[in-house]
């Protein structure tokens, strides 16, 4: 085992290079943290919704029925509406009554954003009681 010992004549060396020490334990840091939250930022849940087998609920005398079809045409009972139409055609169809239940159907083909702007007219109208319908008694996956 040797010592060196240093004498008053020999100069100090200074080293040259950059420590990366910290720099390394800096990005690890940061990389957990991104590990971590990355994950938190996204909202990717599947989500294949059952459907109902629930007794409905008891129906009124005379339901409203409004009916959004597949070609995004409207119907209001039997008869066709258009979007102009909707308000004074379910004021005739309600006798006025903002109260009453609207039992709205649409087509498993319509868009979200189409159903979506029929909720919203009825919203505008002041129909707040909106029933979304249903097949009855079916199991997911189930066919018509």
């Given amino acids: 085992m040797a010592i060196h010992i240093r004498h008053a004549d020999e100069a100090v060396l200074e ?4 420590n990366v020490t910290p720099f390394i334990d800096v990005m690890l840091v940061l990389l957990v943290i991104f590990m971590v939250a990355a994950p938190l ?4 849940v599947p989500v294949d919704l059952p459907s109902s087998t629930e007794t409905p609920a008891p129906r009124p005398d005379e339901p409203v029925f409004l009916t959004v079809k597949a070609d995004h045409t ?8 258009t979007s102009d139409q909707l308000v004074d ?3 005739k169809a309600s006798k006025g009554n903002k109260e009453e239940r609207i039992f709205l159907r649409a ?6 954003g189409a ?3 029929v909720l919203g007219q009825l919203r505008k109208a002041g129909y ?13 996956g189930e066919g018509r």
């Fill in 115 to 117: 159903l979506m702007d």
């Fill in 128 to 140: 707040l009681k909106v029933a979304l319908v249903t097949l009855q008694g079916q199991e997911a």
């Fill in 15 to 18: 080293a040259h290079e950059i």
């Fill in 89 to 91: 055609a379910l004021g």
């Fill in 41 to 44: 930022t996204t909202v990717n």
């Fill in 107 to 112: 087509d498993k083909t319509v868009d979200y």
């Fill in 74 to 81: 409207l119907a209001l009972g039997e008869d066709a509406v």
